[in-house]
């Protein structure tokens, strides 16, 4: 034990130390990035007592791939497979927000009709996304089974994704101005037997095995607890906010896609086990999340069948080459608010600059914060809460 | 050992010839090569049978290439591990490295050397079987603390030091309640325990003193559970956590031995369990113990044995793994307390002596007691989790 728990945080010093802070009974332990529940290439050095973590600082940028400077030299919709690849658990939803950058920057209006199929689509891939993330959080606890019951459901949604585009993980779908495919024949029915199928067995499933276990509960009720303030000061998004009592979705606050004509609810931690904010909450708001979720996609189903068919690539530019100009465009991803901030110099077909802002980046740059005086087994599940994929934050 | 000695004096002139000595050396051999290949053999089957039940836990098939339904699958991958190069990395202590894996499966195979399988299929009938078993198991974890130690790595470090501390806090549970049955077959012989228990289902000390016992046996199996590093309480390998826990440096044979002390074991643990609560040998319904005038007594071991093996594997596949602290908290303030209690209850109920015109009031004055005991001890239950949960709303609010 060490007086480094309760010591407040500067934040000089919440982000390094010298070799002589290591005390003698203190050991540096790293994590990763070759550990099997870092998610990805996530290291970790840890200052630890024994179980007890003093000290955690993440290391990032194992997974760097110069995404924004590949993005200044090829054309406008070159962008779109690149950003398939930043979070790779959900690619519709990357896509998503840069087209709708892209599409702000040239003053195009897509159809209600593609608008409805790109709702569809980021909530099937919603689902899938929070699958994987509650699943692998399971996994992270130990719980082996839930984790393949999930990504049983979670290949459903992907043979749909595949049945419509082609691409099992990484789309190039949500073009500029419109979509790469129409949806197949029979798409309606397919979706509404998944949500049906999805309400009735995976998420019940789900709860009984998983959340409402006992160990699980223990596990991670009392334990990372963000509260409210640090989470705005942090500017964490998306699950993890709204895991700390924030309402605050971007589906609701600034409605894009027609998002404003759908009836769902915004989750929010209830702090039903213990403090407010703690992994328990995050988590279980992914798990709500799921539910709301197949709610707007019936919605959405009920408005595509109504809706007159448009030609998807009707609005697809033949050369997208903007005037002068700088655009700012974010979409609520499954992971939180991700943010397109695109430049235009008027003159080329490439863009001059294209800026990330990464949820999974914000929520790792709080991870150091909660990770003091926990276990180790608590920095697993910690990281798990805060279902980071290392492809978006290393770009 | 008894009935190896009895085939001997079998054979014409045996008696006469052998010297006693080379017989009982020549029986012990036997014997322990019959363990060594029960034991070799056994993971073959257990590892077999857990992945076909996590397959169908997890809504998959489970092996099915190689060979019938996947059946050749874990001889394959035995195979494989014995060819396997045991790499030796650079900074670990060799000898130690090579000796833990090895300390390992001795800890776990000498268990078998008295594990009753009938009244003369019996390795070695010693007088203080039980605490033999106990004593025995603990050697494993030297092992697992010198394989921590030498491999030079500070997950599996880690890992021994999780293992030691959980397999020095659940022994004490389970040698808790182990003395229950120990009281009441006045007896630490295994072949004596089994024989109190023998005439059928109704006499297994399960049934016991009726709530009691299945406390005791739950208390025991849970203990025996975490000492053989089963999830929920797989913390000293927890592959999520500490990779692969004390044998992360180690491939090729050497895990292999991990792997078939871990197996072994479990079948040890959960033989004993059955041995101690579930009658061992001795079948539920008398007449099922010889079938054609055979004792099938080994049968009946191994059934009950692997019953509970089925629910160590049902438990891994379905509960996430506790943390240390909570691992803790479960053996010394749960477990301990209720077995402490136990042994008390039980204690005082044996020492009662029945009345004389035949009614025992005193074994119901001791069921109205225990009983009220148990309402106090749920009631102090109940009251500190309302407590608790006070705690949180306020922390909360």
Redesign the interface.
Do not use: C, Y
């Given at each position: 034990m060490s007086a480094g728990i309760t010591r407040p945080v500067t934040s000089a010093e919440s982000v390094g130390w010298r070799i002589d802070d290591i005390g003698p009974d203190e050991?540096i332990?790293s994590m990763g990035p070759q550990?099997?529940?870092t998610h990805g290439v996530l290291r970790i050095e840890l200052i630890t007592d024994?179980?007890l973590v003093r000290e955690a600082r993440p290391h990032i940028g194992y997974l760097h791939r110069c995404f924004e400077k590949h993005c200044e030299n090829v054309d406008y919709p070159g962008v779109i497979p690149y950003t398939d690849r930043l979070d790779y658990v959900a690619s519709m939803g990357n896509s998503l927000g840069y087209a709708l950058a892209v599409e702000k920057l040239l003053a195009i209006e897509p159809s209600p009709y593609v608008s409805t199929i790109r709702v569809i689509m980021a909530e099937l891939q919603r689902i899938a996304s929070h699958c994987v993330a509650v699943g692998t959080y399971?996994?992270?606890?130990?719980?082996?089974?839930p984790f393949?019951?999930l990504l049983?459901d979670r290949e459903k949604i992907l043979d749909v994704f595949e049945w419509t585009c082609g691409a099992r993980l990484l789309y190039n779908y949500n073009w500029i101005g419109g979509l790469s495919h129409d949806v197949p024949d029979g798409f309606v029915r397919a979706c509404r037997e998944i949500v049906a199928e999805f309400d009735k067995v995976t998420w019940p499933e789900l709860v009984n095995?998983?959340i409402g276990?006992r160990?699980?509960i223990?596990?991670t009720a009392k334990v990372g607890v963000v509260s409210r303030e640090l989470a705005i000061s942090y500017d964490l998004t998306g699950p993890n906010l709204r895991g700390s009592g924030v309402a605050y979705d971007l589906r609701k606050a600034e409605p894009y896609c027609g998002y404003e004509n759908y009836e769902f609810a915004v989750p929010v931690g209830e702090?039903k086990?213990?403090?407010?904010g703690s992994c328990f909450d995050r988590n279980w708001v992914r798990v709500v999340e799921m539910k709301e979720s197949a709610r707007i996609i019936s919605q959405a189903l009920d408005r595509l069948e109504k809706l007159e068919k448009t030609d998807v690539r009707e609005k697809v530019p033949k050369r997208a080459k903007p005037a002068k100009g700088e655009v700012f465009a974010r979409s609520e991803a499954p992971r939180g608010n991700l943010g397109y901030y695109v430049v235009a110099d008027g003159t080329a077909v490439n863009p001059y600059r294209v800026k990330v802002k990464s949820p999974c980046f914000t929520a790792m740059s709080a991870f150091h914060h909660v990770a003091r005086g926990v276990?180790?087994?608590?920095i697993?599940a910690l990281i798990g809460s805060f279902d980071v994929v290392l492809g978006e934050i290393d770009r | 050992m008894d009935a190896l000695l009895r085939l001997f004096s079998l054979i014409p002139g045996w008696d006469q010839n052998v010297p006693a000595w080379a017989s009982i050396t020549l029986a012990g051999l036997v014997a322990a090569g019959l363990c060594l290949g029960f034991m070799s053999l056994g993971p073959v089957g257990y590892v077999y049978v857990e992945r076909k039940i996590?397959g169908f836990?997890?809504?998959?098939l489970g092996p099915m290439r190689v060979g019938p339904w996947g059946l050749l699958q874990t001889i394959a991958d035995t195979i494989k591990l014995l060819f396997k190069e045991a790499i030796f990395p650079a900074a670990v202590h060799k000898v130690m490295f090579v000796v833990a894996p090895c300390l390992v499966v001795t800890g776990a195979f000498m268990g078998f050397a008295v594990l009753p399988f009938s009244p003369t299929w019996q390795a070695a009938d010693l007088d203080v079987g039980a605490f033999y078993v106990i004593a025995i198991g603990s050697l494993s974890t030297v092992g697992l603390i010198m394989a921590g130690w030498a491999s030079n790595n500070?997950y599996a470090l880690?890992g021994a030091?999780?293992s030691a501390a959980q397999i020095v806090s659940y022994e004490i549970p389970a040698v808790m309640s182990l003395i229950v049955v120990v009281m009441i077959a006045g007896s630490l012989s295994l072949q004596a325990i089994v024989g109190e228990q023998a005439g059928g289902l109704h006499n297994w000390f399960l049934w016991k003193f009726f709530p009691l016992n299945v406390i005791a046996f739950l208390v025991f199996f849970t203990a025996t559970l975490a000492e053989c590093n089963r999830?929920?309480f797989?913390?000293p390998e927890?592959?999520?956590?500490?990779?692969a826990g004390f044998h992360t440096e180690y491939s090729g044979f050497f895990f292999a031995m991990f792997f078939l002390a871990e197996y072994t074991e479990m079948f040890v643990a959960s033989a004993m369990a059955a041995v101690l609560f579930l009658g061992g040998f001795a079948a539920p319904i008398p007449a099922l113990q010889t079938v054609g005038g055979f004792d099938i007594g080994p049968v009946w071991l191994i059934a009950k044995a692997w019953a509970l093996v089925f629910v160590h594997m049902w438990l891994r596949?379905?509960?996430?793994?506790?943390?240390?602290?909570?691992l803790m908290h479960v053996a010394w303030k749960v477990l301990l307390p209720i077995s402490l209690f136990l042994i008390v209850v039980v204690g005082g109920l044996l020492t009662w002596p029945a009345t004389a015109n035949g009614f025992p009031w005193d074994r119901w004055v001791g069921w109205l007691l225990s009983a009220l005991l148990f309402v106090y001890l749920a009631t102090t239950a109940a009251r500190a989790w309302r407590w608790h949960a006070r705690q949180?709303r306020e922390?909360?609010a």
């Open positions: 050991m332990l550990h099997p529940s024994g179980e399971g996994m992270d606890l130990g719980a082996f089974t393949l019951h049983r095995l998983l276990n160990i699980f223990e596990r702090g086990h213990g403090p407010l276990m180790i087994a608590d697993i | 996590a836990m997890q809504d998959r500070k880690f030091m999780r999830t929920p797989d913390i927890a592959e999520s956590e500490l990779v596949w379905t509960l996430p793994r506790l943390r240390v602290d909570q949180v922390a909360v």
